[in-house]
């Protein structure tokens, strides 16, 4: 069962625009929600995080939303850099135990 | 610093044949957890080893066992192969049990055939 579901599995941006990933989740006891960035041969890497209540967080280009009462919550790059391109991985965990992740979108930033 | 090591970076098994997959966590961590990533996939935790007990385990069969050394290395089992284990086995790490801030291993890609 899968207690995270992502979209979309990918999504193309040109340079500048703005990349949007989307996350929902099924356990309302969730406590902390992170972000990965994964690029290819290499492991995920922590990008950001948020926790429930807190409805948005800002990192320099990047920026998660969270919908509580809609159990949403997503990824916002802005000004999007070829950079940036790699496959995103939201996940939830409660109380530390047994983190979720989703299926992760691949982001690919067109010069 | 080196970060999260695994060994070997590739490896090809047949079914019913045993595996073991090493990881050495990052210098100043103690915890290791152990992640399966089919392609196209996210990673699916397996269980998490702290002071060499294994403390979470994720929906996986016992063909899946682990171990952590005083060094806090850990070694990742798995027993009568199915060509459903094929995946990226990916190890991370942190300082104690927290998964908030864990670091990834490049993971080891294992093909059953």
């Known amino acids: 069962q899968q207690q995270v579901k992502q979209s979309p599995q990918s999504l193309i941006v040109q340079k500048g625009g703005i990349s949007i990933i989307n996350c929902a989740y099924e356990n309302t006891a969730f406590d902390y929600f992170p972000w990965y960035q994964q690029f290819p041969g290499k492991g995920p890497a922590l990008l950001i995080a948020i926790r429930p209540d807190v409805s948005e967080k800002k990192e320099g280009r990047f920026t998660i939303s969270f919908n509580k009462s809609a159990k949403q919550f997503s990824l916002h790059i802005m000004d999007s850099q070829p950079g940036d391109s790699a496959t995103y991985f939201c996940a939830a965990t409660l109380n530390d135990y047994k983190l979720s992740f989703g299926a992760g979108t691949t982001v690919t930033v067109r010069a | 610093d080196a970060g999260v090591t695994q060994s070997p970076t590739h490896l090809i098994k047949t079914r019913g044949q045993q595996v073991t997959l090493r990881c050495s966590p990052k210098?100043?961590?103690?915890?290791v957890s152990w992640y399966q990533q089919a392609l196209g996939q996210g990673p699916q935790f397996i269980f998490q080893?702290?002071?060499?007990?294994?403390?979470q385990r994720g929906n996986f069969p016992d063909r899946f066992s682990g171990h952590q050394f005083p060094n806090y290395s850990s070694e990742l089992n798995v027993n009568a192969l199915l060509l459903g284990d094929s995946a990226l086995y990916l190890c991370?790490?942190?300082?104690?049990?927290?998964?908030?801030?864990?670091?990834f291993g490049p993971g080891t890609r294992l093909t059953v055939l």
């Open positions: 210098s100043g961590h103690d915890t």
């Open positions: 080893y702290y002071e060499e007990e294994e403390r």
């Open positions: 991370a790490s942190s300082h104690g049990t927290s998964l908030h801030e864990q670091f």
